[in-house]
């Protein structure tokens, strides 16, 4: 029996360069003079071996080598390119104003607005003008992130009380803003944004001049439309609001709180699990109406709007590019293999929008997939001699998942759950099915209104569940890790529990298959 080569992927070394160069000179905060020195050493490099490589016999192990070094140094490359997009994006606004003497900006709304803490919102502005105090007025060219009074951004919405004499804003993308303030004075690092700060005093400090696009002016009245209705479901409106909008504006903050200490932060983040769900409900009813091609077309239009409802959210985003990926993949008659293509997606959206990679929800999203994928799929081989596999997959792919994102956990937050293996398996399923049928019953109340305080009593009662097992799990210890030593700690210890899973992993794998007896000939 001849056994088959198995060839690594060169997307591998590459997404790994593009991680190093992006993460690293982030964390290190290097000047943009730097980068460009880093980008054109890596142009170099690369050069360098693919030129070497042309003079070594193919095939070869230094062959092999060689090529996955440049394309180690190419994603180094890329990854300096995207900080270098990330500095350009996040410059100072380019005006003849003195930034510090601008009291008034004028623009559009690039995101809608996140909660930034208990009182204040934030989202990125596009700038078009700004005025002075003096009341001079200057074009603006460039981007700042508008920190806006919570109270302004909820008194449009529904429970939200007047702060302000002049008509509520609805604070949404593309909205055309006029807004009043100041520039914050301190800016930490060039990969920050500037940030202004609207006046929280006086009875109008913004006003809304219009939208960007139509479609903008659309989504924004889908959404409020959406609100109004969930809002009558109090805290169980709160929780299907923020699964499936994105939003956490009526989220009970107990709830988030021992999602939180529980280790069940990622279900509140619309991800994968959710476009899989749209995706799979769109092509099971395309089969049915036009065929398997037709379904797939169906998939990737329903799974498009739905990002564009819900949000281009960094974890969103990359599982749409994943998607599309993967269909065109298949279309050509290419092998769709998973980690590869999580590789290459993570490349694309680096190169697409570089400021999306940097945040912790990007880097959660890939690290738990990359866990559940790799570091799942060993315990299942190391288990399935006594537990089914589909029995097991729940907590297999939930410890993989948190051995993966530990590292990045540690760094960022602080502050590990291991109760999360076990709560992820629980809650995860309930809060996929709280999603459909929370889904099914708003339908249901947009075609029949009269019933749509029985809907929401229907879907308290899952809420509740979901509720109670997140408070039980947050109940259980975590483990803090706030000095140096336990945060390395903290990122080494998973790791190396993953590689011990692959090696005992490759040692059952090679005892079952049908010619090991032969693999010490």
């Known amino acids: 029996m001849v056994r088959r080569k198995k060839i690594v992927p060169p997307v591998y070394p590459a997404a790994l360069g593009a991680a190093a160069a992006l993460y690293g000179a982030s964390y290190a905060?290097?000047?943009?003079?730097v980068v460009c020195i880093l980008l054109l050493l890596s142009f170099v490099i690369f050069c360098a071996f693919r030129i070497i490589r042309q003079f070594i016999p193919q095939n070869t192990k230094i062959s092999t080598i060689l090529l996955f070094a440049a394309?180690?140094?190419?994603?180094?490359?890329?990854?300096?390119?995207?900080?270098?997009?990330?500095?350009?994006?996040?410059?100072?606004?380019?005006?003849?104003?003195?930034?510090?003497?601008?009291?008034?900006?004028?623009?559009?709304?690039?995101?809608?607005?996140?909660?930034?803490?208990?009182?204040?919102y934030r989202a990125r502005f596009t700038l078009v003008s700004c005025e002075r105090s003096d009341g001079a007025f200057f074009s603006a060219d460039g981007d700042c992130m508008l920190s806006i009074p919570a109270a302004l951004v909820r008194e449009a919405l529904p429970g939200g009380i007047r702060v302000s004499k002049a008509i509520a804003v609805n604070y949404s993308q593309g909205l055309h803003l006029k807004v009043r303030g100041s520039f914050a004075r301190n800016r930490r690092s060039v990969n920050e944004a500037a940030v202004f700060i609207v006046d929280g005093e006086g009875q109008s400090p913004a006003s809304a001049?219009?939208?960007?696009?139509?479609?903008?002016?659309?989504?924004?009245?889908?959404?409020?439309?959406?609100?109004?209705?969930?809002?009558?479901?109090?805290?169980?409106?709160?929780?299907?609001?923020?699964?499936?909008?994105?939003?956490?504006?009526?989220?009970?903050?107990?709830?988030?709180?021992?999602?939180?200490?529980?280790?069940?932060?990622?279900?509140?983040?619309?991800?994968?699990?959710?476009?899989?769900?749209?995706?799979?409900?769109?092509?099971?009813?395309?089969?049915?109406?036009?065929?398997?091609r037709f379904s797939v077309y169906l998939a990737l239009l329903a799974m498009f709007a739905f990002v564009w409802f819900a949000g281009a959210s960094p974890s969103l985003s990359r599982a749409l590019i994943f998607a599309v990926l993967m269909a065109v993949v298949k279309t050509l008659g290419f092998e769709a293999k998973v980690l590869p293509l999580l590789g290459a997606t993570s490349l694309i959206q680096m190169?697409?929008?570089?400021?999306?990679?940097?945040?912790?929800?990007?880097q959660l999203s890939v690290a738990a997939l990359w866990g559940i994928l790799t570091f799942?799929?060993?315990?299942?081989?190391?288990?399935?001699?006594?537990?089914?596999?589909?029995?097991?997959?729940?907590?297999?792919?939930?410890?993989?998942?948190q051995l993966m994102t530990a590292p990045v956990i540690a760094f960022s937050i602080g502050v590990l759950a291991p109760s999360g293996i076990i709560a992820s398996?629980?809650?995860?399923?309930?809060?996929?099915?709280?999603?459909?049928?929370?889904?099914?019953?708003?339908?249901?109340?947009a075609l029949i209104p009269p019933l749509a305080g029985f809907f929401g009593y229907a879907l308290d009662a899952i809420y509740r569940s979901i509720a109670y097992c997140a408070h039980v799990f947050a109940r259980f210890p975590v483990v803090e890790v706030q000095v140096l030593p336990a945060i390395i700690a903290a990122s080494i210890i998973p790791i190396a529990v993953g590689l011990a899973l692959l090696w005992l992993s490759a040692g059952s794998r090679i005892r079952r298959s049908p010619d090991g007896g032969f693999a010490r000939l």
């Open 351 to 362: 190169l697409l929008d570089p400021a999306s990679t940097v945040s912790l929800a990007f």
């Open 29 to 33: 905060r290097f000047s943009s003079f």
């Open 209 to 292: 001049l219009g939208w960007h696009a139509p479609f903008d002016r659309a989504r924004a009245g889908m959404r409020l439309s959406l609100v109004r209705i969930l809002y009558d479901w109090k805290d169980a409106g709160g929780f299907l609001l923020a699964l499936i909008a994105g939003s956490r504006d009526y989220l009970d903050q107990g709830l988030a709180d021992d999602f939180r200490l529980s280790g069940l932060s990622h279900v509140l983040a619309l991800s994968g699990t959710h476009l899989s769900l749209v995706g799979l409900l769109a092509i099971r009813t395309g089969r049915r109406v036009g065929g398997k």
């Open 71 to 120: 394309f180690f140094f190419a994603g180094i490359g890329s990854g300096s390119l995207a900080l270098l997009r990330i500095q350009d994006e996040n410059r100072l606004p380019v005006t003849l104003a003195s930034v510090q003497d601008i009291r008034s900006v004028e623009g559009f709304l690039a995101q809608d607005p996140a909660p930034w803490g208990p009182r204040v």
């Open 376 to 401: 799942g799929e060993y315990i299942l081989d190391l288990t399935e001699r006594w537990v089914p596999r589909r029995l097991f997959y729940g907590v297999s792919a939930s410890a993989g998942a």
């Open 425 to 445: 398996c629980i809650v995860s399923p309930l809060s996929s099915v709280y999603l459909v049928a929370g889904s099914a019953l708003l339908f249901l109340a």
